[in-house]
């Protein structure tokens, strides 16, 4: 859904009378997602949710506690028949839902920046190879890959930088882009010269075409530390290498898809989820390497009302530096059947087994079962009204080190109960 932003198009007018570019009144667009739910456990008090010891994610459905939700602001500016640019602001709002006045005084109420760039084109005429690049400067979600059913994004380059992407060369298309981050500390006047800046190099080539339906993308990264302070007391400059592999397939069983992604890694690129983004700098994991298997399996059977997803995880962290290694298996599958165009009813059920070093291994198996009703039929259809009941069981392993499943709602029981309210909603 693309809307009018009449306000905001008033303030880029203002804007112009200053001298600036005015925006496109009719071109802005307002994006967003929102997800927020109420619920309790079988022993009282607020809901929970359940996640493995170890585990990089957890299964979704019926199992998130935060109230979250993504405004984003899309301001064009330019010629619509010649170069162009467009500013992206997008702020995440996350609450307690503890009472109906949440401020950000005591973290009850957080707002923080996700995106705040600029992206521009038009700007090398009718090229064949560059008539369709862009440029992009600033802090923006870049090449995001997630398994939805339980939000875990395997691959993400996300966070400040700039590049250059959309160079063709016939059906492919190629992107560079230089991205770091920095420390959380700095002055006004830039960064602590003592602090670490993890920054990495980025080429990717993508929409290579390889049998019918079937279409590869692979991004090559290399990561590297660097640090102003070159005293002995710094810590070393560490450097790594990662590679993302991923095929998909469209059209399967008619309107369906599937995903199969490989992640390798050695040194800084050695790491779970949400890497190269989160990485650090430092030298000590640069003897490290990492392997992970991602599939995913969107299915809507032509002629039924049933549609859904399957997925499965592994990997492995190798740690050569006296460090424990560690792993993770994860396969869950969420089928969704409708009785009309508006109520549905989806199942999910998700496992997880994780280890580091000679610990046992933690296991956290869950099932929910979620009535719905929205709009229009379909697995991707949103708002989506459900309730949800959540039942899970685990291991002891789970509790190693302090950890607590449930915030220890449970005590010393290996399984629970939860049940709840939730709306979602992406436009």
Not at 150 to 176: C, H, L, R
Not at 296 to 319: E, I
Not at 400 to 413: E, Q, S, T, Y
Request: overall charge neutral; some cysteine; glycine content about 14%.
């Amino acid at each position: 859904m693309i809307k009018k932003f009449k306000m905001l198009a008033v303030a880029a007018a203002a804007a112009g009378a200053f001298g600036a570019p005015s925006a496109f009144a009719q071109g802005i667009e307002f994006h967003g997602y929102m997800r927020t739910q109420v619920g309790a456990t079988s022993e009282g008090g607020g809901l929970q949710c359940f996640q493995a010891r170890g585990a990089q994610a957890k299964y979704r459905l019926g199992n998130e506690c935060d109230s979250y939700g993504e405004a984003m602001v899309v301001a064009p500016f330019g010629k619509a028949d010649g170069a162009w640019a467009k500013y992206n602001l997008m702020l995440a709002l996350q609450e307690n839902n503890a009472q109906d006045f949440e401020g950000t005084n005591g973290n009850s109420f957080n707002v923080a920046s996700r995106q705040n760039f600029f992206q521009g084109g038009g700007f090398f005429g009718d090229s064949a190879t560059f008539g369709d690049a862009k440029v992009w400067v600033g802090k923006r979600y870049y090449n995001r890959h997630d398994i939805h059913i339980n939000d875990y994004y395997y691959w993400s380059n996300s966070g400040p930088g700039a590049g250059i992407e959309d160079i063709s060369f016939g059906t492919v298309k190629f992107a560079f882009a230089y991205q770091q981050r920095n420390s959380d500390g700095g002055t006004g006047n830039g960064h602590d010269s003592a602090n670490m800046t993890s920054k990495h190099l980025s080429a990717r080539l993508y929409e290579i075409p390889t049998n019918k339906d079937g279409k590869l993308e692979g991004e090559l990264l290399y990561l590297f530390g660097s640090t102003a302070n070159k005293t002995a007391t710094a810590a070393p400059e560490g450097k790594g290498t990662q590679l993302f592999l991923e095929h998909t397939q469209s059209n399967v069983m008619g309107g369906g898809f599937n995903k199969f992604a490989v992640v390798l890694g050695e040194g800084l690129g050695a790491n779970w989820s949400f890497v190269p983004t989160y990485v650090g700098g430092s030298e000590a994991a640069e003897n490290d390497w990492s392997y992970r298997i991602h599939d995913q399996f969107y299915f809507d059977l032509a002629g039924t009302n049933v549609s859904g997803m399957a997925t499965a995880s592994y990997g492995k962290v190798f740690a050569n530096a006296g460090g424990a290694d560690s792993q993770w298996a994860s396969f869950g599958i969420r089928p969704q059947y409708n009785f009309n165009d508006n109520v549905s009813i989806a199942v999910e059920a998700g496992y997880d087994q994780a280890k580091s070093g000679s610990e046992p291994t933690a296991k956290l198996a869950k099932l929910t079962i979620a009535p719905q009703l929205t709009l229009s039929k379909g697995f991707w259809s949103r708002p989506v009204f459900r309730g949800f009941v959540t039942y899970a069981k685990w291991n002891d392993a789970n509790t190693l080190g302090g950890n607590k499943i449930a915030n220890g709602v449970f005590g010393d029981k290996t399984n629970g109960l939860t049940y709840g309210l939730q709306v979602e909603s992406w436009w």
